[in-house]
């Protein structure tokens, strides 16, 4: 079966996001409904959660790879709706089946995770509470 619901980390960039995909806010309001998204994980859009293509203008720097990712889920199928939401001043969390892809050539499957959206986490692109050290603000 082919997998349905793919986050994928761009070197340097976004991520971006395939399925059947269900953005909300933090109180649960839907934002969008939508098969695509390009969000922001470098901290610096004006158009937050969005990519805007800041990161090319404040140079972000990041690889794209997974530093230290969690246990690949072994019972799941890419299936069903992801919701993705947008925590304030702090990160994308995701909840439903996602297959979720590096820039290189790891993957691993995931029910639930936060993603972080700040751009300074230590464990890309996972969050890893770095945005509250910074106080970062989106
Ligand atoms: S959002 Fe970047 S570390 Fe949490």
């Not at 995909?21 to 109180?27: K, P, T, Y």
């Not at 090319?56 to 720097?61: G, T, V």
């Not at 972080?116 to 890309?124: A, D, H, L, M, P």
Request: include cysteine; hydrophobic fraction near 30%; charged fraction near 25%.
């Amino acid at each position: 079966m082919q997998d349905k619901n793919i986050i994928s980390v761009f070197e340097n960039g976004p991520i971006h996001i395939r399925g059947d995909l269900v953005l909300i806010n933090s109180d649960g309001d839907v934002i969008q409904k939508t098969d695509e998204l390009y969000l922001c994980r470098c901290g610096n859009s004006n158009n937050k959660p969005y990519c805007d293509g800041e990161h090319k203008k404040k140079n972000f720097l990041e690889a794209g790879k997974f530093i230290k990712p969690p246990a690949s889920e072994t019972d799941v199928i890419s299936e069903g709706v992801l919701e993705i939401k947008v925590q304030p001043n702090g990160p994308l969390i995701f909840r439903g089946v996602a297959l979720i892809r590096d820039c290189g050539d790891e993957e691993i499957y995931r029910k639930v995770g936060g993603l972080c959206r700040c751009g300074q986490s230590n464990n890309s692109p996972f969050c890893d509470g770095t945005h509250s050290k910074i106080e970062f603000v989106g």
